[in-house]
């Protein structure tokens, strides 16, 4: 059998030698000490009992020192001794091998999704002097465990789509992997939070995400969905992703003017570009869809603008703006979106009412007047005046007053009504028409004002009675039998300063008294006084007449005059005073016997008689003369 020094180094033996060894009588021998030294010697290369490779597996994540396999090995040398050691396959030191043994232990705990496959490289070597050494391969399959979560291709997913999108329309498609395997590597995919009304589907399983019902820009501008992607394995690992969805603006929505109708004011005469008022409208759309233009299409007669882009309207340029003429105006505005296409619209109403400044002068509503007063009316509303002023309250207030009035003047105005009234007696026969200036001032601007005349015509009253032409009374002397009859002996004159040409102002003349032997007679309308009869101075010495002159007025009025005829002797001449007329004018506590006048009178013949003077006719009781 083979030696092994390992076993018995040296072997000591005892070699005998015979002779004849057949005959065993007598046979000589002798003996010899043989030492045999046993030299080991390297012949044979140690070699693994398996031929091929040895594959393993091993589940990730376990505790470093977990036994992997176990190699074995033999040489045919005696008694050598193997060492194991791994000498490839291992780059990041995994694994650890006893190297006595062979025995294969983790060094690290494996990672499948680092490294899902070892092919290690163990030797086993002698241990002679120069060793010899063979290789065997171990492979190790690491087993999946569950433990990592479903990584999405990115931090988060965004898509920008237009509210008309039409249902089933995909709109991107998330994507994650699991770096586990099997069903661990399986990935679902669901919607965990933000579709809002159930806009979107998502296909749990290729991440497709699509619209599912109608979407309205108007109602939600944007949505941010969480989408979860999780693996299949027993305990499931999930992770998740935000996806935004923007929607973009359609223009399917109308402006929409936020009343059905607007108002506003403005005082007349306001400057260009005095602000009026304003018109709000809103789109629900957005950008230029929602950006919007205001413009008037009709009405106003161009003296209003509006600002197109904020709806403020102002007084235009070179307007004129005069409530009187037009009070109130109603602007059609229409809206419209800024669209490139499809421009949507709506139109409202402005009315526009004028205020009102005072610039229109009150007018009078009739203008010279002509009024017509008896003279006899003690008080009397005149007229009534009125007065229009195209202006409104209150810039409509005015008063009336006269221009100029006499001090003394018989006529009054309410400077409220304008009602001219009078306040004293009128006399035609002193003044037969007045003319007032009128005029109309308006309370807040005095230059504002009218005028007009008011003609008062004083009408006739038979107020007065003939006035005859003598302030006492008429006297002749007339010679006995020597005037023959029908002769005109007097003159009587009478004035009516009552209208000329009516019958207030048309009298007749009459002997009312004093003529009872009728030796006169006066004409009715002449007032000549004439002589029926001679006149005998025996008979009658004189004549003492009244004539009475009785206008035709209704009632008539009437006046007296005595007519004081003398007759004288034939022979008698007259004396006669040095004036036709006297006057005086006395105090009404003159003391009794004062002197008021003195009269005198001729004789044209020399050798007449001292003349004597009485009062023929009069008041004796008041006054007296010395004869």
């Known amino acids: 059998k083979p030696l092994c020094s390992a076993n018995v180094a040296t072997y000591n033996m005892t070699v005998q030698v015979v002779d004849n060894p057949l005959v065993s009588q007598n046979a000589r021998s002798s003996m010899a000490t043989v030492v045999v030294h046993v030299i080991n010697v390297n012949t044979h290369t140690p070699q693994f009992n398996n031929t091929n490779a040895i594959r393993v597996s091993i589940v990730e994540g376990g505790m470093?020192?977990?036994?992997?396999?176990?190699?074995?090995?033999?040489?045919?040398?005696?008694?050598?001794?193997?060492?194991?050691?791994?000498?490839?396959?291992?780059?990041?030191?995994?694994?650890?091998?006893?190297?006595?043994?062979?025995?294969?232990?983790?060094?690290?705990?494996?990672?499948?999704?680092?490294?899902?496959?070892?092919?290690?490289?163990?030797?086993?070597?002698?241990?002679?002097?120069?060793?010899?050494?063979?290789?065997?391969?171990?492979?190790?399959?690491?087993?999946?465990?569950?433990?990592?979560?479903?990584?999405f291709s990115r931090t988060g997913y965004s898509a920008t789509i237009s509210e008309s999108t039409v249902v089933g329309t995909t709109v991107l498609t998330v994507l994650a992997t699991d770096v586990d395997a099997g069903n661990n590597a399986v990935i679902s995919y669901s919607i965990v939070s933000g579709n809002t009304g159930n806009s979107f589907f998502l296909n749990e399983t290729a991440g497709t995400l699509s619209v599912s019902s109608g979407l309205d820009f108007e109602t939600t501008t944007s949505y941010t969905i969480i989408v979860s992607a999780t693996d299949a394995g027993n305990s499931s690992l999930f992770s998740q992703v935000p996806v935004v969805v923007t929607i973009t603006d359609e223009n399917d929505n109308t402006p929409i003017f936020t009343k059905a109708g607007f108002s506003g004011q403005v005082i007349e005469n306001a400057p260009p570009g005095t602000f009026v008022a304003t018109v709000n409208a809103s789109d629900a759309d957005s950008g230029v869809n929602a950006l919007l233009v205001y413009s008037i299409t009709a009405g106003g007669n161009n003296l209003f603008t509006i600002d197109n882009s904020t709806g403020s309207i102002y007084v235009a340029t070179n307007a004129s703006l005069d409530r009187e003429a037009t009070a109130s105006y109603r602007l059609s505005v229409r809206v419209s979106d800024s669209a490139v296409s499809g421009v949507r619209s709506a139109d409202t109403s402005v009315d526009i009412t004028l205020l009102d400044d005072n610039d229109n002068p009150p007018i009078f509503s009739t203008k010279d007047l002509q009024v017509f007063i008896p003279e006899n009316v003690m008080t009397r509303t005149v007229a009534k005046l009125k007065f229009t002023d195209a202006d409104s309250s209150?810039?409509?207030?005015?008063?009336?007053?006269?221009?100029?009035?006499?001090?003394?003047?018989?006529?009054?105005?309410?400077?409220?009504?304008?009602?001219?009234?009078?306040?004293?007696?009128?006399?035609?026969?002193?003044?037969?028409?007045?003319?007032?200036?009128?005029?109309?001032?308006?309370?807040?601007?005095?230059?504002?004002?009218?005028?007009?005349?008011?003609?008062?015509?004083?009408?006739?009253?038979?107020?007065?009675?003939?006035?005859?032409?003598?302030?006492?009374?008429?006297?002749?002397?007339m010679p006995e039998e020597t005037v023959p009859p029908n002769t005109v002996v007097l003159q009587v004159n009478a004035t009516d300063a009552d209208l000329e040409g009516t019958s207030a102002s048309t009298f007749d003349f009459s002997i009312t008294g004093?003529?009872?032997?009728?030796?006169?007679?006066?004409?009715?309308?002449?007032?000549?006084?004439?002589?029926?009869?001679?006149?005998?101075?025996?008979?009658?010495?004189?004549?003492?007449?009244?004539?009475?002159?009785?206008?035709?007025?209704?009632?008539?009025?009437?006046?007296?005059?005595?007519?004081?005829?003398?007759?004288?002797?034939?022979?008698?001449?007259?004396?006669?005073?040095?004036?036709?007329?006297?006057?005086?004018?006395?105090?009404?506590?003159?003391?009794?016997?004062?002197?008021?006048?003195?009269?005198?009178?001729?004789?044209?013949?020399a050798t007449t008689s001292t003349l004597t003077y009485s009062i023929a006719l009069g008041d004796t009781s008041l006054f007296m003369i010395n004869s």
Not at 514 to 541: D, H, M, P, W, Y
Not at 545 to 552: E, H, I
């Open 64 to 151: 470093p020192g977990e036994v992997v396999a176990r190699v074995f090995a033999f040489d045919d040398d005696c008694l050598e001794v193997l060492t194991y050691s791994i000498v490839g396959g291992d780059t990041d030191g995994d694994f650890i091998i006893d190297n006595a043994t062979g025995q294969i232990s983790t060094n690290n705990s494996l990672d499948r999704e680092a490294t899902s496959l070892y092919v290690l490289t163990v030797e086993v070597s002698d241990d002679a002097e120069t060793p010899k050494k063979s290789t065997t391969g171990v492979i190790v399959d690491v087993t999946d465990v569950n433990d990592n979560t479903p990584v």
């Open 394 to 477: 209150p810039h409509d207030v005015s008063t009336f007053s006269f221009v100029s009035p006499p001090p003394s003047s018989p006529f009054a105005i309410d400077k409220n009504s304008g009602v001219v009234t009078l306040i004293s007696p009128l006399d035609r026969e002193a003044q037969d028409a007045y003319v007032i200036q009128v005029q109309v001032t308006n309370v807040n601007a005095s230059m504002l004002k009218d005028t007009t005349s008011i003609t008062v015509n004083v009408t006739d009253v038979n107020d007065n009675a003939p006035v005859f032409d003598t302030e006492s009374f008429y006297s002749l002397r």
């Open 514 to 605: 004093g003529n009872e032997a009728g030796k006169f007679a006066i004409g009715s309308t002449s007032g000549k006084l004439t002589l029926l009869s001679t006149v005998n101075r025996e008979e009658f010495q004189e004549f003492i007449l009244n004539v009475t002159a009785t206008d035709r007025g209704s009632p008539s009025l009437s006046s007296q005059v005595q007519v004081v005829i003398i007759i004288d002797d034939i022979n008698d001449v007259d004396p006669v005073f040095n004036r036709t007329a006297y006057a005086a004018t006395i105090p009404e506590d003159m003391l009794v016997g004062s002197s008021i006048i003195e009269l005198s009178a001729t004789e044209a013949e």
